[in-house]
């Protein structure tokens, strides 16, 4: 009844930028740690970046400096602001909520991912 809607992924240069974005919706009570994650073909998913409700961020070393993770909590919205792109980049991100859809439930709802591609 929660889900977790991503979008602004696509094509890229390497140095470029793009903002992602992930909505949720449904059933919401109270929504806590929210953050992205990324998984590259063959390889583990790995994360990218959190933010708490306070606004407390952590960041993946190879993204520090040049990834950015906001959240908008009156419309339940995450954002990743990602800059000075690089091919290692490229993977499917997708974005994670810590939630509670009813007051007593906690719940961790993922969206389904959105491909990101950097690339000459």
């Known amino acids: 009844q929660v889900q977790l809607v991503e979008s602004g992924g696509g094509w890229a240069q390497p140095g470029g930028s793009l903002r992602l974005s992930c909505a949720a919706s449904?059933?919401?009570?109270?929504?806590?740690?929210m953050g992205w994650y990324r998984q590259a073909p063959g390889k583990q998913r790995d994360l990218v970046a959190t933010?708490?409700?306070?606004?407390?961020?952590n960041y993946a070393d190879p993204v520090k400096g040049r990834f950015t993770i906001s959240r908008d909590n009156a419309k339940n919205t995450v954002y990743l602001q990602m800059n000075s792109l690089k091919a290692e980049d490229t993977a499917v991100y997708s974005c994670?909520?810590?939630?509670?859809?009813?007051?007593?439930?906690?719940?961790?709802?993922w969206g389904q991912g959105t491909q990101v591609t950097v690339s000459s």
């Open positions: 994670y909520a810590r939630l509670s859809p009813v007051p007593g439930t906690i719940i961790n709802a």
């Open positions: 449904g059933s919401i009570f109270s929504v806590y740690t």
């Open positions: 933010i708490t409700s306070g606004g407390s961020t």
